[in-house]
Every structure is written in structure tokens, then in C-alpha cells.
């Protein structure tokens, strides 16, 4: 095929590209040629200089990665996990007001728990004697009382459709079918 256009001019020999011919199997070529078609004004030649650009600009040996001595990545997704942790304690305490226990204990004036049902040990199974409660609704029950009753307060005070949907975990029917 004849080239189109005028040749290249190039102002110096050292700016003339060197030609290289290269011997693929013929899956690997097959591979590219499908990558290139799917990206229109990709050429073969593009191509494998962006694959030789990203071998020689990403340094393959571990031991040709300086490390630093600083940690303030490590520190600010420490920062940034201490301060989720602290959101989903905030809601929780929303969530059960006056019944959650201070860091270290109960109060005084604080019952104790509900006893939990008596429990049977067989190998490693655990079988517990009082079967949780379910709906006829397939799927079962969702959200406790509780939690409908705080789903509920939620929605009066405005928050959206959405939040609610993640933070219980329900799809956007259940929402609604909770609020009716």
C-alpha cells in the first residue's frame, strides 16, 4: 500500500524514529488488534508506545519504589475510620437514646438485659429454644419495632427517601410500606 501525503521531515537525524519490527503469537495479536478497533483513532503503533511508556514510567521491582519515612497516608485513613466508627456510634445512640451504657459499664440507675433464651449445644451447632418472630410476607421481618418507630420519626423530621434506604438497609418499597 502506498504512503498518502508527503514524507516526514525531520530537522535532525536524532529526531528520526528508529522502525522496529516485532514478532507476536498470534492470540496476543488478535488481542490488540480488538483493543485497537474498539478505540477509534488508536493505531498499532500507539498502542505498544503506551504500553512501552507505562512499563518504563511504573517501576516493576518493588526494590526501584523509594519509600518514605512518611505515614501521613497511613494516618489519614486511620483518621478517616475513627471518625465512620464515631458517625455509626452517634446513630446508634440516636437510635437507642437512654438505654445505651456509658464506656465502661452500666449506671446505676440502668436494668439489666433481658436474659437471653436458653441455649443447647450439639457439636457445633447452636439450636436455640425460642424461634425468632416472622411475617407471612416472604423474606421476613426487616426492621424491629423499634426501628420502624425510629424509621418513622426520621421521615417527619425530613430525611430523604434515600438515607433511609441505606442506613436500614431496605429497598425503597420497604421504606414506603413502613411508613404506611
Do not use: C, W
Not at 63 to 83: C, G, K
Not at 95 to 108: C, E
Amino acid at each position: 500500500m502506498a504512503k498518502k501525503g508527503r514524507p516526514f521531515v525531520y530537522q535532525a537525524e536524532d529526531e528520526k524514529p528508529v522502525t522496529v519490527s516485532l514478532r507476536l503469537p498470534r492470540d496476543l495479536y488478535d488481542q490488540v488488534a480488538r483493543y485497537v478497533q474498539r478505540h477509534p483513532g488508536m493505531t498499532l503503533t500507539e498502542f505498544f508506545l503506551d504500553g512501552a511508556r507505562l512499563r518504563l514510567d511504573t517501576p516493576a521491582d518493588p526494590r526501584d519504589v523509594i519509600l518514605s519515612d512518611d505515614n501521613t497516608v497511613i494516618q489519614e485513613v486511620q483518621e478517616m475510620i475513627r471518625a465512620a466508627v464515631q458517625a455509626e456510634i452517634g446513630k446508634l445512640s440516636d437510635f437507642l437514646g437512654p438505654r445505651l451504657s456509658p464506656p465502661g459499664g452500666m449506671t446505676a440507675t440502668e436494668a439489666p438485659a433481658p436474659p437471653v433464651p436458653e441455649l443447647s449445644y450439639n457439636g457445633n451447632t447452636v439450636i436455640q429454644e425460642e424461634a425468632p418472630r416472622r411475617s407471612a410476607r416472604r423474606g421476613g421481618l426487616k426492621l424491629t419495632p423499634e426501628q420502624e418507630v425510629a424509621l418513622r420519626a426520621k421521615r417527619q423530621q425530613g430525611t430523604p427517601i434515600k438515607a433511609l434506604m441505606e442506613e436500614y438497609g431496605i429497598s425503597k418499597a420497604s421504606v414506603f410500606r413502613y411508613l404506611h
